[in-house]
């Protein structure tokens, strides 16, 4: 069966092309009447409006681009959940791509993405730094960038995410209330939220008069979990099978917290009474890990619902704009066995 187009259906009411278009657009142009009647008829022969040609005419896709760093990732597929709730309330399509953490696949999707004619972009960046000026340009061309979660990346532009300092030293201040003065911060290498978390892990060190210990700071690649795991499993049989200079662990991200807690059973290292392990995750069966996992918890269904809000209204905005807003939302630190 051949498409129904805007020229059928004008031929089958006897009418203009373009007082079908204005029909279909709701034009104040049109009666009420004619408005009923080419409605009707184009949802009885499934007529669906060619989006391309609109786009095409108006000068807008209607059509917004999204850059993670990996949609397998719990916290990450939670941001994508508050995206899609927010873009559905909104004439907005959404294209998803993966940088998979490698700033040349991170220029790829953006150039994709450009040529796709995004009507704007959000993006976690892989760095601080990454893709800053292929950003730029996308801003120079009327096509405004929203970063989310990692809201350290130097591009001026509206920021959302969370106090990674204030979450960081909650959850170091937790530790060392438990007696725990050994602690190892395990974080991912080149991460645009591991400076603040790094902050904050040292601030609360120092209000309890704990010296920074550099050998108990550890930054893992991200390029594969293998890399993580082995750089993980290193650190663990050094610090702690071979000198026993460790008996806690804060982990940066949700992948090296969840990852570490399971080599730590590899290892027969218990938890917590040899180890205590704390963390960012957002993963939902934390309470179901054996033992339950402390974590540090991120609103991210409402960082990507807010993150799509406000990219959505830089887009409608008809001045410019010259102050960028920076929002940072509390995190939650949820204590459970695995630090007590």
Not at 155 to 161: I, M, N, P, Q, R
């Amino acid at each position: 069966m051949s498409r129904t187009t805007l020229k059928d259906i004008a031929l089958a009411l006897n009418i203009s092309v373009s007082t079908v278009s204005k029909a279909l657009s709701d034009s104040y142009e049109i009666s009420e009447a004619t408005k009923k009647m080419v409605q009707e008829y184009a949802k009885k022969h499934n007529f669906h409006p060619n989006k391309l040609a609109r786009s095409l005419k108006i000068g807008k896709s209607n059509t917004i681009g999204v850059i993670v760093s990996n949609i397998s990732n719990t916290f990450v597929s939670q941001i994508l959940d508050g995206i899609q709730i927010a873009s559905q309330q909104t004439v907005y399509d959404v294209i998803f791509m993966q940088s998979r953490e490698d700033e040349r696949i991170e220029k790829n999707c953006i150039d994709v993405l450009r040529m796709r004619g995004i009507d704007g972009l959000m993006i976690s960046p892989v760095s601080s730094d990454s893709n800053i000026e292929e950003l730029k340009a996308l801003i120079k061309s009327q096509i405004p960038v929203v970063i989310f979660d990692r809201i350290n990346h130097q591009l001026d532009t509206f920021k959302v995410g969370v106090n990674n300092f204030q979450g960081s030293y909650n959850a170091t201040k937790h530790l060392i209330e438990q007696g725990k003065k050994n602690i190892l911060h395990i974080t991912g290498k080149n991460l645009g939220v591991a400076a603040e978390r790094l902050n904050g892990f040292k601030s609360a060190l120092s209000d309890a008069g704990i010296p920074f210990d550099n050998r108990h700071y550890i930054e893992c690649s991200f390029n594969n979990t293998t890399d993580i795991d082995e750089t993980i499993r290193e650190i663990l049989r050094k610090e702690y099978l071979e000198h026993k200079s460790i008996d806690a662990i804060f982990g940066a991200t949700d992948v090296i917290t969840t990852r570490t807690l399971g080599i730590l059973a590899e290892l027969q290292i218990q938890v917590p009474s040899e180890v205590a392990v704390i963390g960012f995750s957002n993963t939902q069966i934390a309470a179901s890990l054996n033992p339950a996992l402390s974590t540090v918890v991120q609103p991210a269904t409402e960082i990507g619902e807010l993150a799509t809000n406000k990219l959505i209204a830089t887009i409608n905005q008809t001045r410019p704009i010259h102050e960028f807003e920076t929002i940072e939302l509390p995190t939650q630190l949820i204590i459970r066995k695995s630090s007590l």
